[in-house]
Structures are given as structure tokens and as C-alpha cells.
């Protein structure tokens, strides 16, 4: 099952390393080039579904913010989406919807 932009970009930036919220907010915001924008009341709400999926976990935290890593069900659902993206690619490649890099 494909995963939601959002979830995409959440887990993505948590295969760097745990973050907390603000901290998520942050990269996704980066990586994405500011086409993603979380918003702090749906970021609590994204973070508690994919808890509840098993894709992240609470992780320990030196300080009082509550940082989120990867599950290991997380990280195959990356990994999974990653290869589904990759074949959409190949496939929109190959009837010339897009070009090679540096093309």
C-alpha cells in the first residue's frame, strides 16, 4: 500500500536518525523544499496514527522533548515505498514522461 505524503516524508526523515516534533517539522520542511509543510496540531496526530501502525516508536530523549525513531516496520515500509516509487519512475521513464538527470 503506497504511503501518504506526509507519512512518506516523516519516515523518510526519520531514516537520518530520531528526531522530536519541531525537529521534524524542520527537515521534512527542508528535504522537501517547502512543498511539505506540517503544521503542529497535525504533525501530533500524524506521529500518534503512525505509532499506532508500528512504523515509529517513542524514542530516549537527553532532554524533555519526546523524540520518534524508526520501527523496524517503519523502515520496511520506507524501503517498500522507495522500490514502488522507483518502478513508477522506470515506468514514466520508459514511455518518455520524464528524463534522465543531467538530460
Known amino acids: ?3 501518504k505524503p506526509a ?5 523518510l526523515a526519520l531514516s537520518k536518525a530520531p528526531l522530536h516534533g519541531y525537529g521534524l517539522m524542520k527537515e ?3 528535504e522537501s523544499s517547502g512543498e511539505v509543510r506540517l503544521e503542529l496540531g497535525s504533525l501530533y496526530r500524524l506521529l500518534a496514527r503512525l505509532m ?3 512504523l515509529i516508536r517513542p ?11 524508526l520501527t523496524p516496520r517503519g ?3 520506507l524501503e517498500d515505498e522507495t522500490r514502488r516509487l522507483a518502478d513508477l519512475v522506470k ?3 520508459s514511455r ?3 528524463k534522465e538527470a543531467g538530460r
Do not use: P
Open 52 to 54: 499506532d501502525e508500528g
Open 7 to 11: 507519512d512518506l516524508h516523516i519516515l
Open 1 to 3: 500500500m503506497a504511503l
Open 96 to 98: 518518455h514522461l520524464l
Open 91 to 93: 515506468l514514466m521513464r
Open 59 to 69: 524514542s530516549s530523549a537527553a532532554d524533555r522533548r519526546r523524540t520518534y525513531a
Open 75 to 77: 523502515r520496511a515500509a
Open 28 to 30: 521534512v520542511e527542508a
